[in-house]
């Protein structure tokens, strides 16, 4: 495939390839640029001229051809869910299609926020010497936007940084993951398709820590948007202060799953298996489950015995498959080390713990202690379920509190009042009351409560005000007797 730089989909500068592979196969599916600077800098170049003639546009058309690329995806569904399948490892109906369709309704989503985000016109006669003005605000387009898109869930997380950023009138250069480009490529195909001009939607494949820190060093980006981990959120800053150039993240996670002894224990194991989705590669999934010690035991027993001992891996294609690969051989060889070094700490493997290429299996740890490095700030991006006990809700707080990252959260109590003074302590950017914290609604503003799980609230209520600025307008002296 190619990327699109310019006004067409195109090689590199260079002619350089990076190969995509199958993590459940280990086979080549096809190749994508891998960009150079000139890439970079001639789609920053193209975007930067591109938006003023998008911006120009009616809300009304801009809206208009955005609705029309909505369609085309659920006309596509299938193909781009089994592109997506092939080239990030999830199962092809239950995960990849279902993505597809959360992209046509982000889409649509940000189209309505767009129409309906007003400006503001202020009070008559509140200061001395401004009786007879009128004062008012609109929202312009911040102009070209970077999005650097994650590897774990693509198309869905393009849509919420894309589709609101262009309703809105500014251009994207997007940085698609290097692991899995193709879906985000043919998203692109399909924008130009539905009448977006190739200009204002640039996207850029190839090496992260290259592409990005030559887009992210660029003074020509008006914003960066960034999913992915907090160690590349921390360069990407370094990058964007040099210009001032301001930044909305969305970083990494260790988040708690709180069950409270009164907790419906059958609820919890629920909630604990249904993380299973993208092999628990999730920035929001709960990676911490603290469980009051007199259900400890039970929780462990039902949540082998009546889900993960059910799970079947294998190729996300084959329909009896429930579990894929990681994304990649490299990221499973991560997680079992992570697995071995919390072992050399103190905790037992109770429940899988092998890894066979690319796959890892359900893996349970028991024995967690609140000291070790898994229980405070190293973030397990697989499907691993360490175990924490404990006895008081004080204790549980601490546990929860105790770590550098605050995305989200969740926690199990039938005592409403239990439930609400948790929800309360946990310095997290959402909870979930007898629920994971492991859900990311539309509508809802979504992002981290601590710096190093970032700073956005990314959503369809409040992206609108990542994607624009406002300006104040003064009629001096018009209501003047």
Known sequence: MKM??????????DGGVLNVVNPATGQVIDTVPAATREDVKRAV???????????????????????????????????????????????????????????????????????????????FGTEPGYDHDIQFTIHEPLGVIAC??????????????????????????????????MTILKLHEMLVEAGVPAAVVQCLTGSGSKVGNWLTEDGRIASVNFTGSTQTGIQIARNAAEHLTPYQFELGGNDPFILFGDGDLALAVKEAADQCRNNRQCCTGSKRFIIHNSLKEEFIRRLIEE?????????????????GPMISERAAQEVEKQVRLTVSQGARIVYGGKRNGAFFEPTILDGVTPDMDIARDMEVFGPVWPVIGFDTAEEAIEIANNSNYGLGGGLFSRDIGTCMKAAKALKTGHVAINGSGNFRAAELPFGGGKRMSGNSRESLSAVMEEVTQSKSIVLRYVLEP
């Open 45 to 123: 170049d193209t975007a930067a001229e591109g938006q003023k003639a998008w911006e120009a546009m009616t809300l009304r058309e801009r809206t208009k051809r955005l609705k029309r690329f909505a369609e085309l995806v659920m006309e596509r569904r299938l193909e781009l869910g089994e592109m997506l399948a092939k080239e990030s490892g999830k199962p092809y109906m239950a995960e990849a299609v279902w993505e597809a369709d959360s992209v046509a309704y982000v889409i649509e989503g940000s189209c309505e926020v767009a129409k309906h985000f007003y400006g503001k016109t202020m009070p």
């Open 307 to 323: 889900y993960l001992s059910k799970e079947v891996q294998g190729d996300p294609m084959d329909p009896r498959v429930t579990m």
């Open 148 to 181: 650097i898109i994650p590897f774990n869930f693509p198309p869905a997380i393009w849509s919420f940084k894309v589709g609101a950023a262009l309703a809105a009138g500014n251009a994207v250069v997007v940085k698609a993951p290097s692991y899995n480009p």
């Open 4 to 13: 699109l730089v310019g006004n067409e989909f195109t090689d590199a500068s």
